[in-house]
């Protein structure tokens, strides 16, 4: 099975800060990576697909990159929506969807 | 726009099963891929298993195989997720989420599940 982990598990930061989450796959995944955001109580939202492609309605300052095994978030002004838990996931055939363990932004 | 309408919280004992309903609406229910995500309280996100109605087929992952049903039903869009002997770690919310191209875009808001005696 391929493995998830995400780095660090929790940021804090403030309002304009730059933000960036590291998530590693345990072997080679292409570009089949994305990227959630969860509030609490809420469903996560999908940000981004394929390593670097926004969801539409997704704010332009989130962005991804990344292939093969590491992958970055970037948040590039932190907003006061933007305090939240974020994870990635992968895709393959023959294990399903795998999440990362997350990575929960909060206020400095 | 596509809306996951999920079934209420349900409270169940050990050793019973649960059945969450997950009913699909503003688009082509019968041409999507559902899948059943859960997170057990203050974890993470944990993949169960998905449906694609129009091909009847269903994935199961390696950790709920026997466990797990899911099914859906093309004449009333919606799908549904059966878990059979259920233990106190089961107890978490579970969610329904339309699959596109290995993401899940669209999400029900959720059903918690507790397993109680």
């Known amino acids: 099975d391929i493995q998830m982990t995400q780095s660090p598990p929790t940021l804090s930061a403030s309002v304009g800060d730059r933000v960036t989450i590291t998530c590693r796959a345990s072997?080679?995944?292409?570009?089949?990576l994305a990227w959630y955001q969860q509030k609490p109580g809420k469903a996560p939202k999908l940000l981004i697909y394929k390593a670097s492609s926004l969801e539409s309605g997704v704010p332009s300052r989130f962005s991804g990159s990344g292939s093969g095994t590491e992958f970055t978030l970037t948040i590039s002004s932190l907003q006061p929506d933007d305090f939240a838990t974020y994870y990635c996931q992968q895709y393959n055939s023959y294990s399903g969807f795998t999440f990362g363990p997350g990575t929960k932004v909060d206020i400095k | 726009q596509v809306q996951l309408v999920q079934s209420g919280a349900e409270v169940r004992e050990p050793g019973s099963s649960v059945k969450v309903s997950c009913k699909a609406s503003?688009?082509?229910?019968?041409?999507?891929?559902i899948s059943w995500v859960r997170q057990a309280p203050g974890q993470g996100l944990e993949w169960m298993g998905r449906?694609?109605?129009?091909?009847?087929?269903?994935d199961y992952a390696q950790k709920y195989q026997g466990r797990v049903t899911i099914t859906a039903d093309k004449s009333t869009s919606t799908a549904y997720m059966e878990l059979g002997s259920l233990r106190c770690e089961d107890t978490a919310v579970y969610y329904c989420?339309?699959?596109?191209?290995?993401?899940?875009?669209?999400w029900g808001k959720g059903t918690m599940v507790t397993v109680s005696s």
């Open positions: 449906i694609i109605p129009i091909l009847d087929i269903i």
């Open positions: 072997q080679s995944i292409s570009s089949w």
């Open positions: 989420a339309r699959e596109k191209s290995y993401y899940l875009d669209v």
């Open positions: 503003g688009g082509t229910f019968s041409s999507y891929t």
